[in-house]
């Protein structure tokens, strides 16, 4: 079980353009989180899927972002228009139960 | 509102010193509480979580509901301990995890 894969590493896009952040799960798991992390703070949730369900987006800003889990294939976090407040880095993890698996994370820098 | 608070950003000990990384939460009902760790260059992970009350790596965490505290205990803290601590709070009945903003413990020789 390779665990919980995030791509790409690192992204790097100008203002403006589109951000998509993948996360395959653990073999098994159907539950996906999405977490932010700002510099110097902690882990901020932002959206909890299930395979073709969004069950909490309470941590989703209002706007230019969006996040999928399909039937087939990774879950994907997608923000529009990015600006340079959206840079940080992002992590996905998956989960059985309470106990959370997480990837290695995806840092995106907004020029 | 559910709020996990880490109030130090930065322990640091020698080798052979008791480490104590505190972590407070605030939640009306009755959670549960987790200590997640991260070394250099690896994954978040599990260390431990407060209903299995086992010690790992001789880390223990005793929840204390008056004062609502899952502070992390070590009696003698060892190199390899070295890295960030997250105290995260899942209320009832839900999935998901509230964190705090972490403390990165430094043991030094």
């Known amino acids: 079980n390779a665990g919980v894969m995030q791509n790409p590493r690192h992204l790097v896009r100008r203002r403006g353009q589109e951000a998509r952040l993948r996360c395959s799960p653990m073999?098994?798991?159907?539950?996906v989180y999405w977490y932010r992390q700002l510099p110097e703070e902690g882990l901020k949730f932002m959206v909890y899927?299930?395979?073709?369900?969004?069950?909490?987006e309470s941590g989703m800003p209002k706007e230019r972002f969006s996040a999928e889990f399909p039937k087939e294939g990774p879950s994907i976090l997608r923000i529009q228009q990015v600006v340079r407040g959206d840079s940080a880095a992002y992590f996905c993890?998956?989960?059985?139960?309470?106990?959370?698996?997480f990837g290695s994370g995806t840092q995106l820098s907004v020029l | 509102a559910q709020r996990v608070t880490q109030p130090e950003k930065l322990l640091s000990v020698f080798k052979g010193a008791p480490v104590e990384l505190k972590c407070n939460y605030s939640?009306?009902?009755?959670?549960?509480l987790f200590w997640y760790v991260q070394y250099s260059r690896q994954r978040l992970q599990l260390l431990l979580r407060?209903?299995s009350r086992e010690s790992i790596k001789g880390f223990t965490a005793d929840l204390n509901k008056g004062e609502t505290s899952f502070h992390l205990k070590k009696p003698f803290a060892q190199e390899e301990d070295s890295a960030m601590y997250y105290c995260?709070?899942?209320?009832?009945?839900?999935?998901?995890?509230?964190f705090g903003t972490g403390t990165r413990l430094q043991v030094f020789p």
């Open positions: 993890a998956s989960s059985p139960d309470r106990e959370l698996f």
């Open positions: 073999k098994g798991h159907s539950h």
């Open positions: 899927l299930q395979k073709e369900n969004i069950i909490d």
């Open positions: 939640y009306s009902g009755s959670p549960e």
């Open positions: 407060h209903i």
């Open positions: 995260a709070l899942s209320a009832y009945n839900t999935d998901k995890l509230i």
